[in-house]
């Protein structure tokens, strides 16, 4: 019996090059990540990689959009039924739980930070996802603005704190993180 390859739809190409270049990205950062990697990982020619986004920088956008919209539905799966303090601790769970779990994402996210910094391009996307994230729970929460500084300025801390393989589960509680996460469970 001969077999049959199975041909991709163009959309599931394009998901398959973002989660590869997702992985790449997150790894080695704009200007290191390698298109020929992500290529390969893909299952897909460089040269097709360049036709479906252009470039490497706008792969690169695409995948923090990407990332920032699953850190958007992570906020709204969590937060769903749910309003005011209760929205804020369940969107601190699972936020914590998606970049401890999935650890490519938060290094996506600071890789992503970093980028910003030298270019507009990046920075603009950056600031356009984060202020998605930002709407969302200020309209949810119906928190005041202080609380919702606290709440971001908290979900960074964690971010550093998770960049060194802290965990809040794993950690001895007289640590100096645990301390800091500590504090950080108390201001949610």
């Not at 919702?148 to 801390?157: P, V």
């Amino acid at each position: 019996m001969a077999h049959v390859a199975t041909r991709q739809t163009a959309e599931a190409r394009r998901e398959a090059v973002l989660e590869a270049a997702r992985h790449e990205f997150a790894r080695h950062g704009l200007h290191g990540a390698s298109t020929d990697t992500i290529a390969r990982r893909a299952g897909i020619s460089q040269p097709y990689l360049f036709r479906l986004f252009g470039s490497k920088k706008e792969l690169f956008l695409a995948v923090n959009d990407a990332c920032m919209a699953r850190t958007l539905d992570t906020f709204r799966s969590a937060a769903s039924g749910k309003s005011g303090a209760d929205a804020l601790r369940a969107i601190g769970d699972a936020y914590r739980n998606l970049i401890e779990d999935d650890r490519s994402m938060l290094q996506g996210q600071l890789q992503a930070y970093a980028a910003s910094v030298e270019d507009d391009d990046v920075r603009a996307g950056v600031a356009r996802g984060y202020g998605r994230l930002v709407d969302y729970v200020e309209a949810v929460s119906g928190a005041d603005p202080q609380t919702i500084s606290r709440f971001f300025a908290t979900g960074m801390l964690l971010n550093v704190l998770a960049a060194m393989d802290y965990s809040l589960s794993r950690e001895p509680r007289d640590s100096w993180a645990a301390r800091l996460a500590e504090g950080c469970i108390e201001a949610e």
